[in-house]
């Protein structure tokens, strides 16, 4: 089945104009004090464009600071959802889900493991250089 492209390109558009709105409502319109220091990392749209998931990293990494925000976020949907439809100028906006996004503790996590995997291949070609 061919991909529409003019659909898939438009969608793209429209999530990426929404990460850059919810970001900056979350530098400075957002007084919520749940909201700490947190940004959108990611939006995406499903396919019909009636929901979208938004991933947010919070800067301190704690697990409970992570859950507070999305309290925070989650409480502040409606605003979020009202400002964005007079901001882009459409009838109706996405409904939101907000998540944690988790994407740099698996990269850290796969970099460690790369590193431990290279260490091991160096350390097997010396001991292979030095009995033969």
């Known amino acids: ?42 939006v995406v749209l499903n396919p019909g464009g009636k929901s979208a998931r938004v991933f947010v990293a919070v800067a301190s990494g704690n697990e409970e600071d992570s859950q507070t925000t999305l309290d925070g976020l989650a409480a502040a949907r409606g605003y979020i959802r009202y400002e964005l439809r007079e901001r882009m100028g459409v009838r109706h906006a996405p409904e939101l889900t907000f998540h944690i996004d988790t994407s740099a503790d698996v990269k850290d996590r796969i970099s460690v ?17 030095v009995s033969g």
């Open 1 to 42: 089945m061919p991909v529409d492209r003019a659909k898939q390109h438009h969608r793209d558009r429209v999530a990426e104009t929404l990460r850059d709105e919810i970001s900056s409502m979350m530098a400075g319109e957002l007084a919520d004090p749940r909201i700490g220091s947190a940004f959108v990392t990611e």
């Open 113 to 129: 493991l790369l590193g431990r995997a290279e260490r091991r291949k160096k350390a097997s070609q010396a001991a292979g250089r």
